[in-house]
């Protein structure tokens, strides 16, 4: 167990709908990244919060949107979902000091787009 | 510009032997971690090991090594006694910077142990 949780483990929706994913962090992790998991893309980063504020952009899409909370949860927002959306959407989060920084990754979000 | 490479999308090792998964990277940051993950066929990703482009010496963890040429720019995963429960994806990554940034990963690498 890497001690990020995500919610939920899997979501089936149709066309044209939105959903949210939630995701929280390590105890004392401040970054949050994440990441979507594709059979044609691979594994690609969207977008990483640190301490609540944006510190980077991926390939996120605009009808994509995400934000961190002051407890350090995150949520990641998928609107008018389209079929290419169907993905592992996986949270990891770090520590900001240390010499690895090693991301540890939730359990992810497989999101089924009908 | 792929930053990751790993060319190997399946191999299959026999029970107990060493195998050798190649990775390789591409970044003109002069400061950079190279990481390994793997990925069971549950879909979780787990952390394996941790090589800094200014460490002078291979990176070990158990069973876990890695094989890092800088000049090659390589970092080749090593797994040595390989077990039933090893079979699973390899996912080489790429940080570039020594902060909290983003990573970029290969491919993958699909390992099938063989009893």
């Known amino acids: 167990d890497s001690g990020v949780t995500q919610t939920p483990k899997h979501l089936i929706t149709a066309t044209g709908q939105r959903v949210t994913l939630r995701c929280s962090p390590r105890s004392g992790d401040l970054s949050v990244y994440w990441y979507q998991q594709s059979l044609d893309q691979g594994l690609q980063f969207l977008i990483q919060y640190y301490n609540g504020e944006e510190r980077a952009k991926g390939n996120i899409l605009e009808r994509f949107s995400a934000q961190q909370f002051p407890d350090l949860h995150s949520e990641l927002n998928l609107s008018s979902l389209e079929l290419g959306d169907s993905a592992l959407y996986f949270c990891?989060?770090?520590?900001?000091?240390?010499?690895?920084?090693?991301?540890?990754f939730g359990p992810g979000t497989r999101l089924t787009v009908t | 510009a792929q930053k990751i490479t790993q060319t190997q999308p399946g191999m299959f090792v026999q029970e107990k032997e060493a195998v050798t998964l190649d990775c390789t990277y591409d970044t003109s940051d002069p400061s950079y971690g190279l990481f390994w993950y793997k990925q069971p066929s549950s879909g979780e990703m787990i952390f394996l090991i941790y090589q800094g482009s200014y460490d002078q010496q291979n990176a070990t963890e158990g069973r876990y090594s890695l094989n890092f040429q800088k000049a090659r720019k390589s970092a080749n995963l090593v797994i040595s006694a390989s077990q039933l429960g090893d079979s699973a994806m390899y996912f080489c990554?790429?940080?570039?910077?020594?902060?909290?940034?983003?990573?970029?990963f290969g491919a993958g690498t699909t390992v099938t142990v063989r009893a």
């Open positions: 990891a989060s770090s520590v900001r000091a240390g010499p690895t920084n090693e991301q540890y």
């Open positions: 990554a790429m940080r570039e910077g020594l902060g909290d940034y983003k990573l970029s």
